[in-house]
C-alpha cells in the first residue's frame, strides 16, 4: 500500500574539529560531529531511527553506528566517493518521505592528513587491480591523471585555458579568506596557481585539493520534527543521482560528468531552474571539477565553463558563488568531502556562515542552493536541491 508522502528538512548539522587534528581518532570525530548536529537539532537522540555512514570500519555504518551507542531500523551503507553522500541524503529523504524512518544521520570523519604524517597509512597509486580496474592499472593512469586527461580534452574540445581552470582555485581561496574554519587563507594569484609543481599535467599543486583532517554529520528529518526542532527547518526540494563509468574506455565523452543527469533529474523534481539557484556547492578535487560541473548543471552552456569562471562569478559576491567556504581546494578536504557540501549549504540559507556569509543583491539571504558530490574519477554524481 502506497505510503503518503512526507516533507524531509535537514534539521541539524555541523562540522567535527577541522584542519589540522592530530589527537582524536576517525570514529572520535565522527562522535563529535554526531554530537554537535544533534545538538544543533535540539531534538532527542531517541528519535534517530536511521542512520548512514561509508568509509570507515569492515561493517561500515555498523560499527560506527555501534560507538555511536544508536541502534537504527534503516541503514545506508552506499559507497560512491564524493558523490556518497549527496546519494545517500536522497535515499534518506526518500525513506523519510515515505514513512520507512523518521529522522536519518549521516556521519562522516577522517584523519587522512594526520595518518600520513604519522606514518600510518601511504599514498596509493590506484584504487586496486582487480575486475574492470586491471587494463588501466599497470599503465600508472592514476586518479589525478584521469582527472587532467580528462581537463586536457576539455582545453582541446573548447579552448579553456589554463589561466581559466587556474582562477577556480584563485576564486576559492578568495572565499577561504573569510572562513576562519579554513584550512590555507592566504591569497594566491593565477601566476601562484600556474608556476607551482607540476602533479599532473596540465594540473600543478593548486589545481588540486588539499589533505585534511576533520568531519561532519547532517540529520534529516520528517516534516512533523520541525516544530521540536532548535534552528529554521532547511527543506530537501529535490534530489538526483548517476554513474557513468570505471573505466576511462567506457566514458563516452570525457567533457561531460554525471552531474549532467543527477543536476537535472534533481532540478526537474524540485521545479525550480538553475537560475533560481542562489549558491552552488560543488566537489572540487581539482579545478576542473568544479568548471565542468558548472557546465553539467546548466549554470552555463557546455564548452563555456571557462568564460564563466573567469570573471569572478563564484567568489562571495559574485553572480553565483560557488564553494563559499573555500571548499576541498582551501578549506578542507579530508577524504570523501561530500557532506561538507551539504553542511555549507544549509548554513548558507540559514544565515549562519559569519563572515563568509552571501546575500543576495537586496541584502536578503540565499532561498535556494545546490549541492552536488562527484564520486571517483566522474564515476558518480549526486545532486541536491535545497531550499529555506
Given at each position: 500500500?502506497?505510503?503518503?508522502?512526507?516533507?524531509?528538512?535537514?534539521?541539524?548539522?555541523?562540522?567535527?574539529?577541522?584542519?589540522?587534528?592530530d589527537?582524536?581518532?576517525?570514529?572520535?570525530?565522527?562522535?563529535?560531529?554526531?554530537?554537535?548536529?544533534?545538538?544543533?537539532?535540539?531534538?532527542?537522540?531517541?528519535?534517530?531511527?536511521?542512520?548512514?555512514?561509508?568509509g570507515?570500519?569492515?561493517?561500515?555504518?555498523?560499527?560506527?553506528?555501534?560507538?555511536?551507542?544508536?541502534?537504527?531500523?534503516?541503514?545506508?551503507?552506499?559507497?560512491v566517493?564524493?558523490?556518497?553522500?549527496?546519494?545517500?541524503a536522497?535515499?534518506?529523504?526518500?525513506?523519510?518521505?515515505?514513512?520507512?524512518?523518521?529522522?536519518?544521520?549521516?556521519?562522516?570523519?577522517?584523519?587522512?592528513r594526520?595518518?600520513?604524517?604519522?606514518?600510518?597509512?601511504?599514498?596509493?597509486?590506484?584504487?586496486?587491480?582487480?575486475?574492470?580496474?586491471?587494463?588501466?592499472?599497470?599503465?600508472?593512469?592514476?586518479l589525478?591523471?584521469?582527472?587532467?586527461?580528462?581537463?586536457?580534452?576539455?582545453?582541446?574540445?573548447?579552448?579553456?585555458?589554463l589561466?581559466?581552470?587556474?582562477?577556480?582555485?584563485?576564486q576559492?581561496?578568495?572565499?577561504?579568506?573569510?572562513?576562519?574554519?579554513?584550512?590555507?587563507?592566504?591569497?594566491?594569484?593565477?601566476?601562484?596557481?600556474?608556476?607551482?609543481?607540476?602533479?599532473?599535467?596540465?594540473?600543478?599543486?593548486?589545481?588540486?585539493?588539499?589533505?585534511?583532517?576533520?568531519?561532519?554529520a547532517?540529520?534529516?528529518?520528517?516534516?512533523?520534527?520541525?516544530?521540536?526542532t532548535?534552528?529554521?527547518?532547511?527543506?530537501v526540494?529535490?534530489?538526483?543521482?548517476?554513474?557513468?563509468?570505471?573505466?576511462?574506455?567506457?566514458?563516452?565523452?570525457?567533457?561531460v560528468?554525471?552531474?549532467?543527469?543527477?543536476?537535472?533529474?534533481?532540478?526537474?523534481?524540485?521545479?525550480?531552474?538553475p537560475?533560481?539557484?542562489?549558491?552552488?556547492?560543488?566537489?572540487?578535487?581539482?579545478?576542473?571539477m568544479?568548471?565542468?560541473?558548472?557546465?553539467?548543471?546548466?549554470?552555463?552552456?557546455k564548452?563555456?565553463?571557462?568564460?564563466?569562471v573567469?570573471?569572478g562569478?563564484?567568489?562571495l559576491?559574485?553572480?553565483?558563488?560557488?564553494?563559499?567556504?573555500?571548499?576541498?581546494?582551501?578549506a578542507?578536504?579530508?577524504?570523501?568531502?561530500?557532506?561538507?557540501?551539504?553542511?555549507?549549504?544549509?548554513?548558507?540559507?540559514?544565515?549562519?556562515?559569519?563572515?563568509?556569509?552571501?546575500?543576495?543583491?537586496d541584502?536578503?539571504?540565499?532561498?535556494?542552493?545546490?549541492?552536488?558530490?562527484?564520486?571517483?574519477w566522474?564515476?558518480?554524481?549526486?545532486?541536491?536541491?535545497?531550499?529555506?
Amino acid at each position: 500500500m502506497p505510503t503518503p508522502s512526507r516533507k524531509v528538512a535537514i534539521v541539524g548539522i555541523s562540522l567535527s574539529d577541522c584542519g589540522r587534528v592530530d589527537g582524536p581518532t576517525p570514529y572520535a570525530l565522527h562522535a563529535q560531529a554526531a554530537r554537535r548536529a544533534l545538538a544543533d537539532s535540539g531534538l532527542d537522540r531517541s528519535l534517530i531511527d536511521g542512520f548512514a555512514s561509508a568509509g570507515l570500519g569492515t561493517l561500515a555504518p555498523v560499527e560506527v553506528a555501534e560507538y555511536l551507542g544508536i541502534r537504527p531500523t534503516w541503514i545506508d551503507s552506499t559507497s560512491v566517493g564524493g558523490a556518497t553522500w549527496e546519494v545517500m541524503a536522497a535515499h534518506a529523504a526518500d525513506a523519510i518521505a515515505a514513512g520507512r524512518a523518521g529522522a536519518v544521520l549521516l556521519v562522516y570523519g577522517s584523519t587522512a592528513r594526520a595518518d600520513i604524517k604519522a606514518g600510518r597509512r601511504t599514498s596509493n597509486l590506484s584504487f586496486g587491480g582487480r575486475g574492470p580496474l586491471q587494463f588501466e592499472v599497470p599503465y600508472g593512469h592514476t586518479l589525478v591523471a584521469k582527472y587532467a586527461m580528462a581537463a586536457r580534452r576539455h582545453m582541446h574540445e573548447y579552448g579553456t585555458t589554463l589561466e581559466q581552470l587556474a582562477e577556480v582555485a584563485v576564486q576559492a581561496r578568495a572565499n577561504a579568506a573569510h572562513n576562519p574554519d579554513a584550512m590555507f587563507r592566504d591569497p594566491i594569484t593565477v601566476d601562484d596557481v600556474l608556476s607551482g609543481p607540476l602533479i599532473a599535467d596540465p594540473f600543478t599543486k593548486l589545481h588540486c585539493c588539499i589533505r585534511s583532517d576533520g568531519g561532519c554529520a547532517v540529520l534529516l528529518a520528517a516534516e512533523e520534527y520541525v516544530p521540536d526542532t532548535a534552528r529554521a527547518p532547511v527543506w530537501v526540494l529535490g534530489t538526483g543521482e548517476h554513474v557513468s563509468h570505471t573505466t576511462m574506455s567506457e566514458w563516452q565523452d570525457f567533457t561531460v560528468s554525471p552531474a549532467a543527469v543527477s543536476g537535472r533529474l534533481a532540478f526537474e523534481r524540485a521545479g525550480v531552474r538553475p537560475a533560481d539557484v542562489d549558491i552552488a556547492e560543488i566537489y572540487d578535487a581539482f579545478t576542473y571539477m568544479t568548471l565542468v560541473t558548472l557546465e553539467d548543471l546548466g549554470f552555463c552552456a557546455k564548452g563555456e565553463g571557462g568564460a564563466f569562471v573567469e570573471k569572478g562569478r563564484l567568489r562571495l559576491d559574485g553572480e553565483l558563488p560557488v564553494n563559499t567556504d573555500g571548499g576541498g581546494l582551501s578549506a578542507c578536504h579530508p577524504g570523501m568531502r561530500g557532506l561538507f557540501l551539504l553542511v555549507e549549504a544549509v548554513r548558507q540559507l540559514r544565515g549562519e556562515a559569519g563572515g563568509h556569509q552571501v546575500r543576495r543583491p537586496d541584502g536578503s539571504l540565499p532561498e535556494l542552493a545546490v549541492a552536488s558530490g562527484t564520486g571517483g574519477w566522474f564515476c558518480s554524481a549526486g545532486t541536491v536541491v535545497l531550499g529555506r
